[in-house]
């Protein structure tokens, strides 16, 4: 039972890693408290729910989708987001609760609210070992989680462009000075933010159910993860994601299942009333 | 306040007073009832968004709670309206106090997060805790208000029941904004910090503003369950934060009259405009964005704007 | 090299620079004086294209450089090293010197400076991989010159690099800074200490209040009396 709600908390930590890697690139470089990121995981679902039927194969729809997924991030960064950047936190959370009660509504209208999945391309026979169970598209799930946060990380750590977004980051006017084009930097951090979290949703669109209102739980556990780790730490919001997502597996398994979304919020509340500036933050930061 | 503005007030008191006889025409009554509830609520609101600067997300739980709280002790004690009411609005306070003393040592992004989770966790509360709230059914057939052996069976009656109600809380609101509290409360709202330095004690003045719109907001919760005669855990959906704002940002936040116009322009606005039903959601969200890049000081500032412009003007040339 | 004529910055309300005119020579050490807030500081961000100009010009080797986005000007010419030093903290020395050389191409030449950084901070050596952050006062300081050389500027625009330093790091400091001159480098240098500022320099201007108010040789400003009452507080 241990191992099999680690495992399976594991494979919702994966996604809960690849929306708040996105939510923590947004908040940390661009200053934007995002409540429309959720929806970008919507989104992802829904294109790749369409496009998968439409091609008759989940690789190439989900593919697209992602395509899809960078124009409409691309898009909205230039249209709207760039223009956030540094706006009190009011303002921006105001705006993108409109964006983000916006884009919930027009899936509900273009797709209808009834809930479904996105068909998988695997065997219904599940992988057993001993007595653990696991289907196979959480194996994918996990393992293309893991692909995805590998590559960002050897992009961030050994390319020159993300060096430069990691100067960008840190510290901006620095980045100005040695030439950095800053306004580059934001539309492609945005873009890798709203797409990782579109891939999210295309990639547990397999195991859950799609619906338009599931950008809203999501968004709250990214912010939960997020404020947890510390702002403006990458990797650790990625540990706490994980962690997240095994605590709820086990809170669910041994308390209740249905105050699974519970646990977040009270990390969150013993996180900010002991070491508010976050597991990984650092003080004054 | 000059005589002139005074006397503009009692007509507009005396046009409400009189506007049941007026109008005649009982939806209309039901939409300005309705008003009257979302402007207790967006003006409490607007003590934390509009006064201190906080931006609170969960401002329908306490409408529920309230609500809640009225429904069940009606159900289980049959108790009366009066004490409903006010126990309505006392537990909705006594758990704001508890929420607000965790959550106001934060500001900002935290703050937020923390209001929309507990939203959250709210509905989560009364849908799964059936044997104590009837879950999803929701609890129906709570009476009408009933005082001293008056029925409240029309919706007359009603309608003046919430005026005098929204017109003690304006009151009282205006009192406060204009007192000492009301002057620490903006000098949180404009700088914290500058705030703390004159020895302004931010977490209790903000913890006083937040609570005191948890408490309106109960009452209105428990006016709201008599008046419908049913409630539902969809009282603590996030859609009725989202209304609320789009009120409370066109209105005019940190105004007094601003939450009433919000409320009353968009409990009216949806209506008569059915033929987007479908549509409404999507139309408030892109209203609130326009809103905001637009209209920060509330749709009726453009008054203001533009004789702010013209002052520039003059200024530079 | 470098002439600015009447520049005025607005940040949001307040008016920053009034009226701001100098020009620096090639091969010039030129400083700027003033008491905080005089706006010094802007002045170097207005020439390096960080903040806008409200009015006025800004011309580098003949050619107008107000209109340019701060990306541009690097590659003209012109490297600012920031008040603070203002280094990316999490990233390493060896980081922070490449991103110094972000806008060149050729990654040969890059890696030959960053070997000769060393051999011009020694203070630098053997500490590549650390983070910035974790450097003393004077290894940042001087991480911060040698990130601003890595752009391979002909004019340096220096933002007090005495401040928070020991005496004797200044000295050092000021010691690259007259090294670099002689390499062949123009340079304009803001101080508050103005006594090591003067004594640096070959020309300097005295601002106040986002405007002029005194320009001259170093050497003769250094006996005015009125430098030596308010600036060197003598
Ligand atoms: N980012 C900013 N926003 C608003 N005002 C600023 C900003 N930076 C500087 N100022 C104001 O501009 C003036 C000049 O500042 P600065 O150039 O930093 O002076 P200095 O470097 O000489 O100390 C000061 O009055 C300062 O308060
Ligand atoms: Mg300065």
């Known amino acids: 039972m241990f191992l099999q709600l680690l495992i399976n908390g594991l494979v919702v930590g994966s996604g809960y890693a690849l929306i708040a890697v996105g939510h923590t690139i947004i908040f940390g470089m661009m ?28 690789y190439i ?46 899936v509900q209208i273009l797709w209808g609210a009834n809930p479904r999945t996105i068909p998988q391309p695997f065997s219904e026979k599940p992988v057993i070992i001993g007595d653990i169970f696991i289907t196979k598209p959480r194996i994918f799930i996990f393992f293309t989680a893991i692909v995805i946060i590998g590559v960002l990380h050897w992009f961030i750590k050994y390319t020159k462009t993300g060096k430069a977004f990691r100067a960008t980051f840190q510290n901006r006017q620095a980045a100005l000075l040695v030439g950095i084009n800053i306004n580059y930097i934001y539309t492609l951090s945005y873009t890798i933010g709203a797409t990782v979290a579109g891939a999210a949703g295309g990639l547990l669109g397999m195991i859950y159910v799609i619906e338009p209102t599931m950008g809203v739980a999501a968004v709250g556990k990214a912010f939960a993860i997020v404020i947890t780790a510390g702002k403006k730490s990458i990797y650790g919001a990625i540990f706490i994601a994980y962690g997240l997502g095994v605590i709820e597996s086990l809170g669910s398994g041994y308390i209740s299942s249905q105050y699974k979304d519970v646990f977040a919020f009270i990390i969150l509340i013993l996180v900010l009333l002991f070491k508010p500036e976050g597991i990984f933050g650092k003080k004054g930061a | 306040m000059n005589i002139n503005s005074n006397i503009k007030y009692i007509i507009g008191i005396l046009l409400l007073i009189l506007l049941p006889f007026l109008i005649n025409n009982e939806y209309l009554l039901h939409l300005l009832i309705m008003g ?47 004490l409903n009411f006010l126990l309505a609005g006392i537990i909705t306070a006594i758990i704001s106090i508890g929420f607000g003393y965790i959550t106001l040592r934060v500001r900002g992004s935290a703050f937020i997060i923390m209001t929309v ?51 003690f809380t304006l009151f009282i609101i205006y009192r406060l904004v204009n007192s ?73 936040k940190g105004t007094i009259l601003g939450p009433v116009i919000g409320a009353i322009i968009f409990t009216l606005l949806p209506e008569y405009l059915r033929f987007i039903s479908e549509w409404r959601m999507p139309v408030f969200g892109v209203i609130l964005i326009l809103g905001i890049l637009f209209f920060p000081r509330g749709l009726f500032s453009i008054k203001e704007i533009l004789s702010m412009k013209m002052k520039k003007k003059e200024v530079s040339s | 090299m470098l ?112 070997q000769e950084t060393f051999d011009l901070f020694p203070i ?28 391979n500027p002909q004019l340096l625009l220096f933002d007090e690099p005495s401040l928070g330093l020991a005496p004797q790091l200044i000295k050092d400091i000021f010691n690259k800074i007259q ?31 986002g405007e002029v108010v005194l320009h001259g040789k170093s050497e003769e400003l250094i006996e005015n009396q009125e430098v030596k009452e308010i600036y060197l507080g003598m």
Request: glycine fraction near 8%.
């Open chain 1, 31 to 58: 200053k934007i408290v995002n409540f429309a990121h959720g929806e970008l995981y919507m989104i992802g679902a829904f294109f790749t729910f369409s496009f998968v039927l439409l091609f008759n194969n989940y």
């Open chain 1, 61 to 106: 729809g989900f593919l697209v989708a992602m395509v899809i997924c960078i124009l409409i991030a691309i898009f909205s960064e230039k249209v709207l987001f760039h223009r956030l950047i540094d706006e009190d936190i009011m303002t921006t959370t105001l705006i993108t609760i409109g964006i983000s009660i916006f884009l919930m509504n027009i």
């Open chain 2, 36 to 82: 009257g509830i979302y402007t207790l609520l967006v003006s409490g609101l607007n003590l934390i968004v509009g006064y201190i600067g906080q931006l609170s997300l969960c401002h329908p739980a306490f409408f529920g709670i309230g609500a809640y709280t009225t429904g069940l002790l009606f159900k289980r004690l049959s108790t009366p309206f009066l």
């Open chain 2, 117 to 167: 989770s507990f939203l959250h966790i709210m509905h989560l509360l009364v849908l799964n805790e059936v044997d104590f709230t009837m879950g999803q059914k929701g609890i129906s057939g709570i009476p009408n208000i009933n005082i001293l052996g008056y029925n409240f069976n029309t919706k007359t009656s009603y309608y003046y029941l919430i005026l005098i109600l929204c017109l």
């Open chain 2, 180 to 252: 000492e509290i009301g002057r620490a409360w903006k000098a949180i709202r404009d700088n914290e910090n500058l705030a703390k330095s004159i020895g302004i004690n931010v977490f209790k003045f903000s913890n006083f503003a937040f609570v005191s719109g948890a408490f309106i907001a109960g009452l209105a919760g428990s006016i709201y369950a008599y008046y419908i005669n049913y409630i539902s855990p969809d009282l603590f959906l996030f859609s009725i934060t989202t209304t609320l704002l789009v009120m409370l940002i066109m209105g005019g």
């Open chain 3, 3 to 114: 002439k600015v004529e009447n520049i005025a910055v607005n940040y949001e309300e307040t008016r920053a620079l009034k009226d701001i005119s100098l020009e620096i020579k090639e091969g010039e050490i030129v400083s700027i004086i003033g008491s905080n807030g005089a706006g010094k500081s802007t002045t170097l961000k207005a020439i390096s294209g960080i903040v806008g100009l409200q009015s006025g010009n800004i011309e580098f080797k003949d050619k107008k450089i107000n209109n340019l986005s701060p990306e541009e000007i690097v590659k003209a010419g012109i490297s600012h090293c920031p008040e603070g030093r203002q280094l990316w903290p999490d990233m390493t020395v060896l980081e922070n010197l490449e991103m110094g050389a972000f806008i060149r191409e050729n990654s040969e030449s890059i890696q030959k400076d960053i």
């Open chain 3, 124 to 151: 630098l050596k053997g500490k590549e991989k650390q983070t910035a952050g974790s450097l003393s006062g004077g290894e940042q300081q001087a991480l911060a010159v040698a990130r601003a050389l890595m752009s």
């Open chain 3, 179 to 209: 090294l670099l001159r002689d390499e062949g480098k123009t340079i304009l240098l803001v101080e508050q200490n103005a006594n090591i500022a003067l004594k640096t320099s070959d020309r300097t201007y005295v601002i106040e209040k």
